[in-house]
């Protein structure tokens, strides 16, 4: 199993081109999670998905969408790159539960670098 | 809202130092809580959790227990290795029904020298 794998590893844009960030997972999860690691910061949510087809905001979801059209792969879009959000981005993914005690699979990342 | 606090970093320790990494957290309800570890260039991988009160997590000689009465998840070694240099991030999840959502602390970097 590759687990959770992310496409592409590293990016630079320009301010105001757009990009889709790829995420796929092999371990037939039903949730699966977009976060921005920044210096100091540690990983805040973006977007999550209870499953395909479904997505939701989370903490910081501005300047992005996702969608969730197949259940191994989560998308994450920025349609007008601003330097704000030069960041890591992580995608993860995680058995479906009601509890809250269940593991986080993380993917390796994505270096984004707007200019 | 929920808030994870940890120690300012970076520590560096020699090896076969003792290590405790505090983290301290705010929540409503009774969260879980877990401490992650990021390795040079990889992503996140789960290092122990503890689900309820006076709880123990371990793993790889890694120790941190669950204290509701301090609010309180410290993460303890007893003798670190070179090989456990890395970043350390504590977080809490909310408890209830849907997707869990992780609130990380902010990371402490860890180098131990040889």
């Known amino acids: 199993n590759a687990g959770v794998t992310q496409t592409p590893k590293f990016r630079v844009l320009k301010t105001g081109q757009s990009m889709t960030l790829l995420c796929a997972q092999d371990?037939?999860?039903?949730?699966m999670y977009w976060y921005r690691q920044d210096p100091g910061m540690g990983l805040r949510l973006i977007h999550y998905s209870v499953g395909e087809g479904t997505t939701a905001k989370g903490e910081v979801p501005d300047g992005y969408n996702v969608s969730r059209l197949k259940k191994q792969n989560f998308l994450l879009g920025l349609e007008s790159a601003a330097p704000s959000q030069t960041s890591v981005y992580f995608c993860a993914s995680s058995p479906p539960s009601g509890g809250t005690s269940y593991e986080q699979y993380f993917g390796p990342g994505t270096r984004l670098t707007v200019t | 809202g929920n808030s994870v606090t940890q120690m300012e970093g970076p520590v560096t320790l020699s090896e076969e130092a003792f290590l405790t990494i505090n983290c301290t957290y705010t929540?409503?309800?009774?969260?879980?809580l877990f401490w992650y570890v990021q390795y040079p260039g990889e992503g996140l991988q789960l290092l122990l959790k503890?689900?309820?009160?006076?709880d123990k997590g371990s793993n790889k000689g890694f120790e941190a227990t669950y204290r509701k009465e301090t609010t309180s998840f410290h993460l303890e070694k007893g003798s670190v290795q070179v090989s456990d240099s890395a970043v350390y991030f504590c977080a809490l999840s909310d408890r209830g029904r849907g997707a869990q959502k992780l609130v990380f602390g902010q990371g402490t970097r860890l180098t131990i020298n040889p």
């Open positions: 929540a409503t309800g009774y969260p879980s």
């Open positions: 371990m037939n999860h039903e949730y």
């Open positions: 503890a689900t309820k009160a006076d």
